[in-house]
C-alpha cells in the first residue's frame, strides 16, 4: 500500500558514531528526530489532500465558523450566538465580536444563560476567579427579543389561554 502523504516520507536518518556503527539516538532523543521528519513544514503550507472529500460532498464549506454555547453545551454556528467578554469583572456581551480578550458563546436563550449560570461555565471558560456579574447579559437578551417565557399561542403548546 502506498502511503498516503509520500511527499512527506523521508527515509529514516542514521547518525553514524565515531567508530562506524549506526546510532539512532546520538545525543539528540528520539522527539527531536520524529519531529524533524513530522514537521519539516507547516500542514497549511502543503495544500489539500487528494484523498479527503471536497467540500460540497457533504462536508461543512467552512464559511461560518461554528462555536459551542457555554450553557447547553449545543454547537452551533457563530451568527446564532452571542459572544461575551470580561470587562472590570462584569460579563458583557460582544455582539459585534469586536471586543478584546477571550470570549465565551452563548444561546440568545436565557435557560441556556441561567444554565451557564448553575454550572459556573462563565469563570471557566472565560479562565477568571471567582463569580461574575451577568446582568449585562440578560438585559442584552430581554433588549433583543429573547422569551423569558414561551408564548401561549405557541402550537403545541399545553396552557389554556383563557
Given amino acids: 500500500m502506498a502511503h498516503r502523504h509520500p511527499q512527506r516520507r ?53 464559511s461560518e465558523p461554528v462555536r459551542t454555547c457555554v450553557g447547553c453545551r449545543n454547537r452551533a454556528e457563530a451568527c ?9 469583572g462584569v460579563l458583557t456581551p460582544d455582539p459585534r465580536r469586536r471586543l478584546p480578550g477571550r470570549g465565551a458563546w452563548l444561546h440568545l436563550d436565557p435557560e441556556c444563560l441561567d444554565r451557564a449560570e448553575r454550572r ?19 438585559f442584552h437578551l430581554q433588549a433583543h427579543g429573547a422569551r ?3 408564548a401561549l399561542d405557541t402550537p403545541g403548546s399545553k396552557v389554556d389561554p383563557s
Fill in 120 to 138: 459556573s461555565a462563565f469563570p471557566r471558560a472565560l479562565r477568571v476567579q471567582g463569580p461574575l456579574d451577568v446582568a449585562a447579559v440578560r
Fill in 80 to 88: 446564532g450566538l452571542l459572544r461575551v467578554v470580561v470587562v472590570d
Fill in 10 to 62: 523521508r527515509p529514516p536518518q542514521r547518525h553514524r558514531r565515531g567508530d562506524g556503527r549506526g546510532s539512532r539516538n546520538h545525543g539528540y532523543g528520539v522527539g527531536r528526530l520524529i519531529g524533524d521528519a513530522l514537521h519539516s513544514q507547516p500542514a497549511h503550507c502543503q495544500g489539500p489532500t487528494p484523498d479527503r472529500p471536497l467540500a460540497g460532498s457533504g462536508a461543512r464549506t467552512g
Fill in 148 to 150: 423569558e417565557t414561551p
